[in-house]
């Protein structure tokens, strides 16, 4: 493709407009498959997916496209509605603060602040929804150290659902 | 790894004012959650109904996946049941005939105890079936324990109903759709169950720990009172949990506490049972107000 648009013919929308939003939210149901657990081990699929698109391509939403997706994850999740909500949408603006600093930036760094986004916002669910009596918090930090694990994995994902714009 | 593209968009009003909207609207996003949060932290069952909205849509799809893992989890059996079934014949129809004898005397007993009852009066409170349904998913990712079950209002289940398995209880209804309902499991750290020792009915209470546990303390006053292996089940006060289900056996005990690992696993792929409440809500009691007497007369 060339690098200018002729006049009058419109530029093709690239697939991550609607496939960014649709992969969190299946990300976010991923909490259907059918285990009755007891503690909590399932990875936020949702909150990795928006974090690896918000990493691997910064404009592939708008910065307030957390809000509703939040509320999805909010009404599937067992969370109280409203924790995702406002939770994911700080990550994201703690990411969009962390451009503005750490502007030459390797994956390694990348992995680290999805890492400390993923920590931050599982906590925060932890007080928001369970008494702080609760004996949630090994289970917790299990949860929070395979979440991290598997977030390179989910960022490849996200560059690969998102190969049609290198292609053009 | 290059900078982003420039966060200033130009010079276009158009693309600066969009930018800066977007950023509104997220934080606009944001204390619209933090209201929605400090109405559902007050008043959980205050988006049920939307909440409910969710579980129709996605109900379906998890149970499509109950259904594949039960079809899968049940290969292994049914080979080997394949092979096995002439042998269990011969082995049940032997069984069968030394059964006989017992049976006639478990009639003859059963018959007895039902003159006898009558005789003292006693009123078998019922503990009817409402609905049997799957559980189908949970809030594996959350650290509260909810289940979905695969059956809500068109079926019978109402809110505050109690759910077991045959093996023992698993929780109670807190919400209920159409066809689905939201089971708040009794490990969940903000469950309570009242229990008694199977042994010589000490009163206690189980609460969930929120790791698959139970805590039971003793509703009375003393200490030093629970050993491993302690069994309890369901007292029936309160009027929820009908008595006699089992709840949950001691594994360890803490000075006043013991911790107890629950007799049921909801993970097992059983059905499971939904109750009507042991008691009733009370009827309203008639006001004294003489306008309402005719009403009442009228029903």
Same mark, same amino acid.
């Given at each position: 493709?060339?690098?200018?648009?002729?006049?009058?013919?419109?530029?093709?929308?690239?697939?991550?407009?609607?496939?960014?939003?649709?992969?969190?939210?299946?990300?976010?149901?991923?909490?259907?498959?059918?285990?009755?657990?007891?503690?909590?081990?399932?990875?936020?699929?949702?909150?990795?997916?928006?974090?690896?698109?918000?990493?691997?391509?910064?404009?592939?939403?708008?910065?307030?496209?957390?809000?509703?997706?939040?509320?999805?994850?909010?009404?599937?999740?067992?969370?109280?509605?409203? +924790? @995702?909500? =406002?939770?994911?949408? #700080?990550?994201?603006?703690? /990411?969009?603060?962390?451009?503005?600093?750490? $502007?030459?930036?390797?994956?390694?760094?990348?992995?680290?602040?999805?890492?400390?986004?993923?920590?931050?916002?599982?906590?925060?669910?932890?007080?928001?929804?369970?008494?702080? +009596? @609760?004996? =949630?918090?090994?289970? #917790?930090?299990?949860?929070? /150290?395979?979440?991290?694990?598997?977030?390179? $994995?989910?960022?490849?994902?996200?560059?690969?659902?998102?190969?049609?714009?290198?292609?053009? | 790894?290059?900078?982003?593209?420039?966060?200033?968009?130009?010079?276009?009003?158009?693309?600066?004012?969009?930018?800066?909207?977007?950023?509104?609207?997220?934080?606009?996003?944001?204390?619209?959650?933090?209201?929605?949060?400090?109405?559902?932290?007050?008043?959980?069952?205050?988006?049920?109904?939307?909440?409910?909205?969710?579980?129709?849509?996605?109900?379906?799809?998890?149970?499509?996946?109950?259904?594949?893992?039960?079809?899968?989890?049940?290969?292994?059996?049914?080979?080997?049941?394949?092979?096995?079934?002439?042998?269990?014949?011969?082995?049940?129809?032997?069984?069968?005939?030394?059964?006989?004898?017992?049976?006639?005397?478990?009639?003859?007993?059963?018959?007895?105890?039902?003159?006898?009852?009558?005789?003292?009066?006693?009123?078998?409170?019922?503990?009817?079936?409402?609905?049997?349904?799957?559980?189908?998913?949970?809030?594996?990712?959350?650290?509260?324990?909810?289940?979905?079950?695969?059956?809500?209002?068109?079926?019978?289940?109402?809110?505050?109903?109690?759910?077991?398995?045959?093996?023992?209880?698993?929780?109670?209804?807190?919400?209920?759709?159409?066809?689905?309902?939201?089971?708040?499991?009794?490990?969940?750290?903000?469950?309570?169950?009242?229990?008694?020792?199977?042994?010589?009915?000490?009163?206690?209470?189980?609460?969930?720990?929120?790791?698959?546990?139970?805590?039971?303390?003793?509703?009375?006053?003393?200490?030093?009172?629970?050993?491993?292996?302690?069994?309890?089940?369901?007292?029936?006060?309160?009027?929820?949990?009908?008595?006699?289900?089992?709840?949950?056996?001691?594994?360890?005990?803490?000075?006043?506490?013991?911790?107890?690992?629950?007799?049921?696993?909801?993970?097992?792929?059983?059905?499971?049972?939904?109750?009507?409440?042991?008691?009733?809500?009370?009827?309203?009691?008639?006001?004294?107000?003489?306008?309402?007497?005719?009403?009442?007369?009228?029903?």
């Amino acid at each position: 493709m060339t690098d200018y648009i002729p006049l009058g013919r419109s530029e093709k929308i690239p697939r991550s407009v609607w496939l960014a939003p649709l992969s969190v939210v299946l990300g976010s149901m991923t909490v259907l498959l059918p285990i009755i657990a007891t503690v909590p081990f399932l990875p936020p699929f949702g909150l990795m997916m928006l974090l690896g698109w918000r990493l691997v391509r910064g404009d592939a939403m708008k910065v307030w496209m957390p809000v509703p997706l939040g509320f999805v994850d909010d009404m599937l999740s067992g969370q109280p509605l409203g +924790s @995702a909500m =406002v939770l994911w949408t #700080l990550a994201i603006l703690m /990411v969009d603060v962390l451009d503005t600093r750490l $502007v030459w930036r390797d994956f390694w760094q990348d992995w680290l602040i999805a890492s400390a986004a993923i920590g931050l916002v599982l906590i925060g669910g932890r007080l928001l929804a369970t008494p702080f +009596s @609760a004996h =949630v918090d090994t289970a #917790l930090l299990l949860q929070i /150290v395979v979440s991290a694990a598997l977030f390179p $994995v989910i960022a490849r994902f996200c560059a690969w659902l998102d190969r049609d714009k290198k292609r053009q | 790894m290059a900078p982003p593209r420039n966060r200033r968009p130009g010079f276009s009003r158009r693309a600066q004012y969009g930018l800066f909207l977007g950023y509104v609207g997220a934080v606009g996003g944001m204390l619209i959650g933090v209201a929605l949060l400090l109405l559902s932290t007050f008043n959980p069952p205050a988006f049920a109904a939307v909440r409910g909205f969710f579980s129709e849509i996605t109900t379906p799809v998890a149970s499509g996946l109950t259904w594949v893992r039960t079809s899968v989890a049940g290969v292994p059996g049914g080979v080997s049941s394949y092979w096995n079934v002439r042998g269990e014949n011969a082995r049940l129809k032997k069984q069968m005939a030394d059964d006989a004898l017992l049976v006639d005397r478990a009639r003859t007993l059963n018959q007895e105890n039902r003159h006898l009852r009558e005789m003292l009066k006693l009123r078998d409170v019922s503990t009817d079936a409402v609905a049997v349904a799957r559980l189908v998913a949970s809030s594996i990712g959350s650290t509260r324990r909810y289940a979905t079950l695969n059956a809500g209002g068109w079926q019978g289940v109402k809110s505050g109903q109690p759910v077991r398995q045959p093996d023992g209880l698993i929780g109670q209804v807190v919400e209920t759709s159409p066809n689905t309902a939201r089971v708040l499991l009794i490990v969940d750290s903000e469950s309570i169950v009242p229990v008694r020792r199977t042994r010589d009915g000490l009163p206690g209470i189980a609460t969930g720990r929120g790791d698959g546990l139970l805590d039971i303390r003793s509703a009375s006053v003393a200490t030093m009172i629970f050993q491993p292996g302690d069994s309890f089940v369901t007292s029936g006060t309160g009027g929820i949990f009908p008595p006699n289900i089992p709840v949950a056996r001691v594994i360890r005990t803490a000075r006043d506490i013991a911790v107890a690992a629950p007799s049921a696993n909801p993970d097992a792929l059983d059905f499971a049972l939904v109750q009507q409440t042991f008691l009733p809500e009370p009827t309203p009691t008639p006001s004294a107000s003489p306008s309402a007497k005719p009403a009442a007369q009228k029903k």
